[in-house]
């Protein structure tokens, strides 16, 4: 694990309040708390994984699954709302075959819904990452998202295209 994470550890003294900064590192060197860091930081501090589990879930900043490449940010703020987000939402999940809270079986996409972005002139509006992207329509989205997934294909084709003259001495 992580040197700052097992730093964390080491310098736990069962104090209130540690066990979320350990949590934060576990976060911060695997991009989500997986059942390992769970487990061991368990058994490094004597804290049951069912506690662990509890504050893991209270804490809205902690992630149990990990992330896709490109988290989508859903904005279902009123104007959003009435702007037709929930549209927007059906768009994305039908496009990249994901639910609200879920990740895309390739691991590329995220999504969530936020309260606000706070760019209601532009409504319906998403982030990606942090692009913001308004005045979305169902056509309009599908086209951004098949953007994204042209531009990963690019990467992966170039990557394999770079493996092969690797290999042929090119």
Same mark, same amino acid.
């Given at each position: 694990? &992580?040197?700052?994470?097992?730093?964390?550890?080491?310098?736990?003294? *069962?104090?209130?309040?540690?066990?979320?900064?350990?949590? /934060?590192?576990?976060?911060?060197?695997? @991009?989500?708390?997986?059942? =390992?860091?769970? !487990?061991? %930081?368990?058994? #490094? !501090?004597?804290?049951? &994984?069912?506690?662990?589990?509890?504050?893991? !879930?209270?804490?809205?900043?902690?992630?149990? /699954?990990?992330? *896709?490449?490109?988290?989508?940010?859903?904005?279902? @703020?009123?104007?959003?709302?009435?702007?037709?987000?929930?549209?927007?939402?059906?768009?994305?999940?039908?496009?990249?075959?994901? &639910?609200?809270?879920?990740?895309?079986?390739? *691991?590329?996409?995220?999504?969530?819904? #936020?309260?606000?972005? @706070?760019?209601?002139?532009?409504?319906?509006?998403?982030? %990606?990452?942090?692009?913001?992207? @308004? =005045?979305?329509?169902?056509?309009?989205?599908?086209?951004?998202? $098949?953007?994204?997934?042209?531009?990963?294909?690019?990467?992966?084709?170039?990557?394999?295209?770079?493996?092969?003259?690797? $290999? !042929? *001495?090119?």
């Amino acid at each position: 694990m &992580e040197d700052n994470f097992s730093y964390r550890l080491w310098r736990y003294d *069962g104090a209130p309040g540690e066990l979320i900064p350990l949590l /934060q590192s576990a976060q911060d060197h695997f @991009g989500y708390i997986p059942r =390992r860091a769970i !487990t061991y %930081i368990s058994g #490094v !501090t004597g804290i049951p &994984e069912s506690e662990i589990y509890g504050v893991i !879930t209270f804490y809205s900043q902690f992630r149990l /699954q990990p992330m *896709g490449k490109y988290v989508i940010k859903a904005c279902a @703020g009123t104007a959003c709302h009435v702007s037709g987000s929930k549209m927007i939402i059906e768009t994305i999940e039908d496009e990249l075959g994901v &639910e609200v809270g879920g990740t895309s079986e390739d *691991g590329l996409f995220t999504l969530n819904t #936020v309260a606000c972005i @706070g760019c209601c002139s532009l409504a319906p509006v998403i982030m %990606i990452n942090d692009d913001t992207h @308004g =005045r979305l329509t169902p056509s309009s989205l599908r086209k951004l998202l $098949r953007q994204y997934k042209r531009k990963e294909q690019s990467a992966s084709a170039k990557d394999a295209d770079a493996g092969c003259a690797d $290999r !042929t *001495g090119e």
